[in-house]
């Protein structure tokens, strides 16, 4: 008898906690609804974290993630899809990851995520992200060849967006590869290839006036190579 009093007990508490977990499973389904109508943020943030734990999923993680990403908190979503490279993972997390681990200057451990990305689905926006990369590591030629994928696949209609200045603005992919390239030319023999680099950013500054980014490497260009001729 007490055999079954068990069984009876155990399956009473099943009982119990599973409709509990259903009861809560809606309240936050509804919270989180709620506060999507409101754009509170953090609402949604809170309710999907609570829906993830009652009812965990790829998607509920990767759109978490994504929210962390878009606040700027990198750690937070990086802690929430996880930081090793994985293969595996969805599109979402993946570029939650490269997103995050550039923002946190791990160029290298961005590169991998990038790179992952362009194997998936190859485009001149994640191709300017992997150059853009390199010549940070100074891996040139890896940049490079980015740079010649990203100007055979530009157009005028594929932008990209810069914030060095206090008002974001856009330019043509193809002037921001070409800024690149003058870029890695400089890089490549610093004390001779001046001329031949600020002759590449003219060409990125024909395709957009207005690129203050290239402005700026073409006026430092300019006042290095009047500083040498002074002292030669």
Same mark, same amino acid.
């Given at each position: 008898?007490?055999?079954?009093?068990?069984?009876?007990?155990?399956?009473?508490?099943?009982?119990?906690?599973?409709?509990?977990?259903?009861?809560?499973?809606?309240?936050?389904?509804?919270?989180?609804?709620?506060?999507?109508?409101?754009?509170?943020?953090?609402?949604?943030?809170?309710?999907?974290?609570?829906?993830?734990?009652?009812?965990?999923?790829?998607?509920?993680?990767?759109?978490?993630?994504?929210?962390?990403?878009?606040?700027?908190?990198?750690?937070?979503?990086?802690?929430?899809?996880?930081?090793?490279?994985?293969?595996?993972?969805?599109?979402?997390?993946?570029?939650?990851?490269?997103?995050?681990?550039?923002?946190?200057?791990?160029?290298?451990?961005?590169?991998?995520?990038?790179?992952?990305?362009?194997?998936?689905?190859?485009?001149?926006?994640?191709?300017?992200?992997?150059?853009? $990369? =390199?010549?940070?590591?100074?891996?040139?030629?890896?940049? +490079?060849? !980015? #740079?010649?994928?990203?100007? *055979?696949?530009? @157009?005028?209609?594929?932008?990209?967006?810069?914030?060095?200045?206090?008002?974001?603005?856009?330019?043509?992919?193809?002037?921001?590869?070409?800024? $690149? =390239?003058?870029?890695?030319?400089?890089?490549?023999?610093? +004390?001779? !290839? #001046?001329?031949?680099?600020? *002759?590449?950013? @003219?060409?990125?500054?024909?395709?957009?006036?207005?690129?203050?980014?290239?402005?700026?490497?073409?006026?430092?260009?300019?006042?290095?190579?009047?500083?040498?001729?002074?002292?030669?």
């Amino acid at each position: 008898m007490k055999k079954y009093i068990g069984i009876i007990i155990v399956v009473f508490t099943f009982s119990v906690n599973a409709q509990s977990n259903s009861e809560l499973l809606k309240h936050y389904e509804a919270y989180y609804k709620q506060m999507k109508s409101q754009g509170d943020v953090q609402g949604v943030i809170n309710a999907l974290t609570h829906l993830n734990i009652i009812e965990p999923s790829q998607a509920r993680r990767d759109t978490l993630a994504v929210l962390y990403m878009n606040g700027g908190q990198h750690i937070q979503a990086l802690n929430t899809v996880g930081i090793e490279h994985d293969p595996s993972a969805s599109d979402m997390a993946v570029e939650v990851k490269a997103v995050c681990l550039q923002a946190l200057n791990q160029q290298e451990l961005a590169i991998k995520e990038f790179e992952e990305l362009f194997k998936r689905s190859p485009n001149a926006l994640i191709a300017y992200e992997l150059a853009d $990369l =390199k010549i940070q590591i100074n891996d040139l030629d890896g940049a +490079n060849a !980015n #740079i010649t994928y990203g100007l *055979a696949n530009s @157009d005028n209609e594929i932008m990209r967006s810069f914030y060095e200045g206090q008002t974001p603005y856009q330019v043509p992919i193809k002037a921001a590869f070409l800024y $690149l =390239k003058g870029l890695v030319k400089y890089r490549e023999a610093p +004390n001779t !290839n #001046i001329d031949a680099a600020i *002759a590449i950013l @003219d060409e990125a500054l024909a395709v957009s006036p207005e690129f203050n980014l290239a402005k700026i490497s073409k006026d430092a260009l300019n006042a290095q190579r009047n500083t040498t001729k002074k002292e030669d």
